[in-house]
Nanobody, 117 residues
């Protein structure tokens, strides 16, 4: 089992920045990818970014457009999402995710990000 706890959400003005953190505990998997998803009001959950735990390869959703950066700290079992140039369209609950072909998929409880105009 893996437990994921997100933090770092909050209220920020348009154009501002936030750094989300995800603490993983219980177990980590070398074959896993860790990622961030978000759910905007009235919308389905969507992919934001992911990083492979072992090598650090990253992928991003098109809407990120160079504004977000995902990273991980293996020693601390942490995953981060640095977000900049935020717009009101980025308002959402952001979820941390672990996806392992051998162990399955796990989700955190989410952290709210609100961007005011």
């Amino acid at each position: 089992q893996v437990q994921l706890v997100e933090s770092g959400g909050g209220l920020v003005q348009a154009g501002g920045s936030l750094r989300l953190s995800c603490a993983a505990s219980g177990r980590t998997f070398s074959d896993a990818a860790m990622g961030w998803f978000r759910q905007r009001p009235g919308r389905e959950r969507e992919f934001v970014a992911t990083i492979t735990w072992s090598i650090g390869t990253t992928w991003y959703a098109n809407f990120v457009k160079g504004r977000f950066t995902i990273s991980r700290d293996i020693a601390k079992n942490m995953v981060y999402l640095e977000m900049s140039s935020l717009t009101p369209e980025d308002t959402a609950i952001y979820y941390c995710n672990v996806d392992s072909p051998t162990a399955g998929r796990f989700w955190g409880q989410g952290t709210q990000v609100t961007v005011s105009s």
